[in-house]
């Protein structure tokens, strides 16, 4: 190898020492991950699952904490006979229906904004003759058997149940756990039938006998037709709606708390309480029947009833002390 050959080398090697060296020394630059918005975060964190507090045996009320602690969805039995409760989230909502949804009747307007400040809690099912008949059992509900018309107990709805046995079973209810429970005001029920929608039932703008109980063969917009039910079903079927709640549409009427009036008014309370002003010798039934036609089985149907009128069922709610 020449000498200039051997002094190219050598000023080439040294170059690539230089760049390596050069390299290494440097530090690596790492960006900062951007920060993820509110909406990316609520899409890749999984929700919490619904939690369940049940009395094993006996009465078991939720103490303060736990209380405090519920989330939507969540679920408690306060006594092993006890009704199952579900947290609906606090909300609000426009009650009453359009103009232009089909088949409405009149009273169910004008549509006004209802402010539900705070959580409450709702039955899942509506009240079973078996929770009837643990209150009967315990010298309760004034000896009041109601009327299953011979469709059965067990877990099918209560029925034959008037205003003032519903009231009687609250009151039972209220005393064995020592927490209150009540119906919902009619505003309460709307908010939870829908559970966030605005379609005449929870499921859409229209029903099917495969969604809920009822006359079928009247159908609904451009429903189908479908056959006819032969009577109330037990309080599980069907699937539960969004707040996780079963039959709020059809299969037996529930009480209300309200008191009738024609339509809805200045006065007509939008902060979820109960209108105890006008007919209070009729209140408001919600939810439709079995046996009648899917028009009434509407989330914003409003129908009514003398206080001693029978063939009614009811779902119990308890306010919740928790923070807005």
Known sequence: MTEISRLFLALITGALVVSFAGGASA???????????????AQTAPAPLPRQFF??????????????????????????????????????FMMGTPANEPDRFKGED?????????????GRFAVSFDEWDACLADGGCGGNKGDDN???RGRMPAQGINFEAAKSYL????????RTYRLPS????????????????WFGNTVTAQLANYQASTPYGSGPHGPDSKGPAVVDSYAPNPFGLYQVHGNVFEWTEDCFNKRY????????????????????????????SANMLRSGYREDSIVDGGGFSFRVVRTLNVQP
């Open 27 to 41: 530090k690596p630059r790492q960006e900062r991950p951007k920060p993820k918005s509110a909406v990316e975060s």
């Open 55 to 92: 009395a094993e045996k006996g009465v078991q009320p939720l103490t303060p904490e736990l209380e405090q602690a519920l989330r939507p969805k969540d679920s408690f039995k306060e006594c092993d006979t006890c009704p199952e409760m579900v947290v609906v989230p606090k909300g609000s």
């Open 110 to 122: 004008p549509i006004h904004r209802v402010t539900l400040a705070r959580p409450f809690a709702v």
């Open 150 to 152: 011979g469709f059965g």
């Open 171 to 178: 009151a039972w209810l209220s005393k064995k756990v020592g």
């Open 186 to 201: 009619e505003s309460e029920r709307e908010y939870f039938t829908r559970a966030g929608t605005t379609t005449p039932f």
């Open 265 to 292: 008014t200045e006065d007509t309370p939008t902060d979820g309480s109960p209108w105890l002003e006008g007919d209070c010798h009729k209140r408001i039934l919600r939810g439709g029947r079995w046996n009648w």
